[in-house]
């Protein structure tokens, strides 16, 4: 598919990340007034709920004043397509077809907010490459993936309550460790700090509970897609995740990008996944392809340098599961899926180094420190380093862009006496 010229001359720039042919939902405000709706197009945001008072977009009921997109998402795949058809209609280069003086944001003087609000997070284990490297590290090359990764989307239910925004600031949790070597474990401040690229799976609508969904359905389901940093603190997770894996070491936070993506956006990129070592089970198999071609980067920023540098660089077709298995595996059992429902992918790494998707690989578990342009060296995350995800799918002539998604580490909390 070629670029789709915009009225907006802007959007039509190839390096713009929002184009015609993405129009990214969010949530905005400007100074003085309320979060609302919004889509991104070229260096602007179009305001959502001024367009549908002014009677030009309609989903079916007024949605786009919500703080939230979760209004929007529950109204469902025929909303969805309806909104964004008419959408591309009004902004399409030649039309002249006059709007409210107050539909046009610039995208600089915007607020942005959580775009939805997250009903249940759940992070999955999908990229093959990080599986197999983080096993290596622990298992040795023999033992790297579990019996059962070759055959179901592992997964673990994380917090809701911890997903903020890019640009939120990330504080160095707290926990118990028991540091290599050591006879006793501890109590202090995360030494281990990571990072993990994934990507976020947005659900649209759901399922009742009991009532499962094919890998069609799911993928019907999936309203977009975020980027996703699952900040992991891995010594904490290495004391505590026996036998029921993560659980304080993924629970501080985890950040997602502002714009959530349509799949509508996405369709042009879709790949076939990657080969398969054993055939899945029927209800696990895709009726097409279900992957998608979207290259991704992680950049590390120091305190006080004047510039990021990139230190990985993958492809979210390197995952092994597709979101629409992922989605169909949560909901198999007669789990209720609801609108607003987050899904980790799971890190996304290559197979190279330069691919890695956590510090964990990069570093190799802290045995091979890497040199960033300021030459200063890490294995982990230092306090005040900010760490941004980017990604886009390339198409002929534009990008369909994700922007970023930015966390800075805060120093842990003052030192109490938790003895007392």
């Given at each position: 598919?070629?670029?789709?010229?915009?009225?907006l001359?802007a959007?039509?720039d190839?390096?713009s990340?929002?184009?015609?042919?993405?129009?990214?939902y969010?949530?905005?405000?400007t100074?003085?007034?309320?979060?609302r709706c919004?889509?991104a197009?070229?260096?602007?945001?179009?305001?959502l709920?001024a367009?549908?008072?002014?009677g030009?977009?309609?989903?079916g009921?007024p949605?786009?004043?919500?703080?939230?997109?979760?209004?929007?998402?529950?109204r469902?795949?025929d909303?969805?397509?309806?909104?964004?058809?008419?959408?591309?209609?009004?902004f399409?280069?030649?039309?002249?077809e006059?709007l409210p003086?107050?539909a046009?944001?610039?995208?600089e003087?915007a607020?942005?907010?959580?775009?939805?609000?997250?009903?249940?997070y759940?992070?999955?284990y999908a990229?093959?490459?990080?599986?197999?490297?983080?096993?290596?590290?622990?298992?040795?090359?023999?033992n790297?993936?579990p019996?059962?990764?070759?055959h179901i989307p592992?997964g673990y239910?994380?917090?809701a309550?911890?997903?903020?925004?890019?640009?939120?600031p990330?504080?160095?949790?707290l926990?118990q460790?028991?540091?290599?070597?050591s006879?006793?474990?501890?109590?202090?401040p995360?030494?281990?700090?990571?990072?993990?690229?994934?990507m976020?799976?947005v659900?649209?609508t759901g399922?009742e509970m009991?009532?499962?969904?094919t890998?069609?359905?799911a993928d019907?389901?999936?309203f977009?897609?975020?980027?996703?940093?699952?900040?992991?603190?891995?010594?904490?997770?290495a004391?505590?995740?026996?036998?029921?894996?993560?659980?304080?070491?993924k629970?501080f936070?985890?950040?997602i990008?502002?714009?959530?993506?349509?799949?509508?956006?996405?369709?042009?990129?879709?790949c076939?996944?990657?080969e398969?070592?054993?055939?899945l089970l029927?209800?696990?198999?895709?009726?097409?392809?279900?992957?998608?071609d979207?290259k991704?980067?992680?950049?590390m920023r120091?305190e006080g340098a004047?510039?990021a540098t990139?230190?990985?660089?993958?492809?979210y077709?390197?995952?092994?599961?597709?979101?629409?298995q992922?989605l169909?595996?949560?909901a198999?059992g007669g789990?209720?899926m609801r609108?607003?429902?987050?899904?980790?992918?799971?890190t996304?790494?290559?197979?190279?180094?330069e691919?890695?998707?956590?510090?964990l690989?990069?570093?190799?578990g802290?045995?091979?420190?890497?040199?960033l342009?300021?030459?200063?060296?890490?294995?982990?995350?230092?306090d005040?380093?900010e760490?941004?995800?980017?990604?886009w799918a390339?198409?002929?002539?534009y990008?369909?862009?994700?922007?970023?998604?930015?966390?800075?580490?805060?120093p842990?909390?003052?030192?109490r006496?938790?003895?007392?």
């Amino acid at each position: 598919m070629p670029l789709l010229r915009s009225r907006l001359a802007a959007a039509n720039d190839p390096a713009s990340p929002f184009p015609l042919n993405n129009l990214p939902y969010g949530v905005f405000s400007t100074e003085g007034t309320a979060p609302r709706c919004g889509a991104a197009l070229g260096d602007s945001v179009i305001d959502l709920e001024a367009l549908e008072a002014a009677g030009m977009i309609d989903a079916g009921a007024p949605v786009f004043g919500a703080a939230a997109l979760n209004p929007f998402m529950a109204r469902g795949k025929d909303a969805w397509a309806r909104v964004r058809a008419r959408l591309q209609a009004l902004f399409t280069e030649g039309c002249i077809e006059s709007l409210p003086g107050d539909a046009l944001i610039p995208l600089e003087s915007a607020r942005l907010h959580m775009p939805f609000t997250v009903a249940e997070y759940t992070d999955f284990y999908a990229g093959r490459n990080h599986a197999f490297n983080v096993g290596v590290m622990f298992r040795g090359p023999e033992n790297a993936l579990p019996p059962n990764w070759l055959h179901i989307p592992i997964g673990y239910n994380g917090r809701a309550s911890t997903v903020v925004v890019s640009g939120t600031p990330v504080t160095r949790p707290l926990g118990q460790m028991k540091p290599h070597g050591s006879e006793t474990h501890i109590f202090g401040p995360c030494r281990r700090l990571d990072i993990e690229l994934e990507m976020g799976i947005v659900v649209g609508t759901g399922n009742e509970m009991g009532r499962p969904m094919t890998v069609a359905e799911a993928d019907e389901a999936i309203f977009g897609f975020c980027l996703l940093n699952d900040w992991s603190a891995r010594d904490i997770q290495a004391w505590e995740y026996q036998p029921l894996g993560p659980f304080q070491a993924k629970a501080f936070a985890t950040s997602i990008s502002p714009w959530v993506v349509t799949k509508a956006a996405l369709e042009p990129f879709r790949c076939a996944p990657p080969e398969r070592e054993f055939e899945l089970l029927p209800y696990l198999r895709e009726p097409g392809p279900m992957s998608y071609d979207v290259k991704l980067e992680v950049l590390m920023r120091p305190e006080g340098a004047a510039k990021a540098t990139r230190i990985a660089h993958t492809n979210y077709n390197e995952m092994y599961y597709s979101a629409a298995q992922q989605l169909c595996h949560h909901a198999i059992g007669g789990c209720a899926m609801r609108t607003g429902d987050l899904l980790g992918s799971g890190t996304i790494s290559g197979p190279e180094k330069e691919n890695r998707g956590s510090l964990l690989e990069i570093c190799w578990g802290g045995k091979e420190p890497f040199t960033l342009e300021t030459g200063e060296t890490r294995t982990f995350l230092e306090d005040g380093d900010e760490m941004t995800l980017r990604g886009w799918a390339e198409g002929d002539g534009y990008r369909v862009g994700f922007g970023e998604c930015v966390g800075r580490i805060l120093p842990a909390p003052p030192e109490r006496d938790w003895s007392a």
